[in-house]
Nanobody
Framework: QVQLVESGGGLVQAGGSLRLSCADSGRAFSGYTMGWFRQAPGKEREFVAAITWGGRRTTYANSVRGRFTVSTDNAKNTVYLQMTSLKPEDAAVYYC???????????????????WGQGTQVAVSS
C-alpha cells in the first residue's frame, strides 16, 4: 500500500520560496511517476508538475514553469517541489500523487494517478 505524506507547507510572503516534500517511508518509487497538484478554495484541483522517478523527465503547468522545480531523491525516497517567486494565486492545498508508470506521456490529470497524499497548505501573503 502506497502511503504518501507531504510536508513543508506554510505561510510565506509574495516573492518568497517554499520547498514541499513527499515521501513514503516504506517504499522505493522506482518505476513510478510522481505528480504535484493543488486545490484552492472553490476551485478545481489543478496539475502543477510531474516527474518520472530519477528525474529523467518532467513537465510543468504553464502557470508555474520557470518558478517551480520538481525533483526526486532516490536515497530518501522523496519527491520535492521547490517553489520560488511565489504569488498570492499560488496559495492552495498541495497534493502529492503517484502512479506506476515510467514511459509515455507524463500524466497531468488527477484521475490518472492512483495514490494521493493528504495535502499540505501553502498560504501566500501579498
Amino acid at each position: 500500500q502506497v502511503q504518501l505524506v507531504e510536508s513543508g507547507g506554510g505561510l510565506v510572503q509574495a516573492g518568497g520560496s517554499l520547498r514541499l516534500s513527499c515521501a513514503d517511508s516504506g517504499r522505493a518509487f522506482s518505476g513510478y511517476t510522481m505528480g504535484w497538484f493543488r486545490q484552492a478554495p472553490g476551485k478545481e484541483r489543478e496539475f502543477v508538475a510531474a516527474i518520472t522517478w530519477g528525474g529523467r523527465r518532467t513537465t510543468y503547468a504553464n502557470s508555474v514553469r520557470g518558478r517551480f522545480t520538481v525533483s526526486t531523491d532516490n536515497a530518501k525516497n522523496t519527491v520535492y517541489l521547490q517553489m520560488t517567486s511565489l504569488k498570492p494565486e499560488d496559495a492552495a492545498v498541495y497534493y502529492c500523487a503517484a502512479v506506476l508508470l515510467s514511459s509515455g506521456v507524463l500524466p497531468t490529470m488527477s484521475h490518472e494517478y492512483a495514490y494521493w497524499g493528504q495535502g499540505t497548505q501553502v498560504a501566500v501573503s501579498s
